[in-house]
T-cell receptor
Framework: GAGVSQSPRYKVAKRGQDVALRCDPISGHVSLFWYQQALGQGPEFLTYFQNEAQLDKSGLPSDRFFAERPEGSVSTLKIQRTQQEDSAVYLC????????????FGPGTRLTVL | KQEVTQIPAALSVPEGENLVLNCSFTDSAIYNLQWFRQDPGKGLTSLLLIQSSQREQTSGRLNASLDKSSGRSTLYIAASQPGDSATYLCAVQTGTASKLTFGTGTRLQVTL
């Protein structure tokens, strides 16, 4: 595709519900990143995939957060038993092999937990 | 742990002014530094990327400089326009496929 796409763009969940956020990276990009951006803050790293391998999940805030990329393309970030502090914008980015390391970001999913 | 700081947090200038946004980072062992723009409710748009071996990059009215040894970067915007109003984020990367560490951003408003 032309860019990174994310769905849904907006998600409202009741506390305790599970949510799944989807990211479609740029075709051919092997690296995929998830970031969490709280209101008024810069994005913070959650996890990183190279193809289907999750190489770094050090930023995931708790075991309620889980990410997968089973075929090395589309990725899903799942949050179980959502809490109010999970309310944020979740950004996905992808980058190609080699090159300058430029990451291309999607529009984000705004999650609101009531 | 890498920490990135941006000053000022917010800035309001009249149209036509030149301005400078500042970014500092604590660990000088970086691979590159990127400046992004974020419009309200939107994702991030990459403006400029400076490799660690470079001193500056230019794109149109934008010029970014990097002093790796002192842990500083600046983004210079010439002849500001109302369309430049956005949040500007600085981020550093330690490897070609590593995570970005972001600052908290500078919210810029350019008034008519």
């Amino acid at each position: 595709g032309a860019g990174v796409s994310q769905s849904p763009r907006y998600k409202v969940a009741k506390r305790g519900q599970d949510v799944a956020l989807r990211c479609d990276p740029i075709s051919g990009h092997v690296s995929l990143f998830w970031y969490q951006q709280a209101l008024g803050q810069g994005p913070e790293f959650l996890t990183y995939f190279q193809n289907e391998a999750q190489l770094d999940k050090s930023g995931l805030p708790s075991d309620r957060f889980f990410a997968e990329r089973p075929e090395g393309s589309v990725s899903t970030l799942k949050i179980q038993r959502t809490q109010q502090e999970d309310s944020a914008v979740y950004l996905c980015a992808s980058s190609g092999p080699g090159g300058s390391g430029t990451q291309y970001f999607g529009p984000g999913t705004r999650l609101t937990v009531l | 742990k890498q920490e990135v700081t941006q000053i000022p947090a917010a800035l309001s200038v009249p149209e036509g002014e030149n301005l400078v946004l500042n970014c500092s980072f604590t660990d000088s062992a970086i691979y590159n530094l990127q400046w992004f723009r974020q419009d309200p409710g939107k994702g991030l748009t990459s403006l400029l990327l400076i490799q660690s071996s470079q001193r500056e990059q230019t794109s149109g009215r934008l010029n970014a400089s990097l002093d790796k040894s002192s842990g500083r970067s600046t983004l210079y915007i010439a002849a500001s326009q109302p369309g430049d109003s956005a949040t500007y984020l600085c981020a550093v990367q330690t490897g070609t496929a590593s995570k970005l560490t972001f600052g908290t951003g500078t919210r810029l408003q350019v008034t008519l």
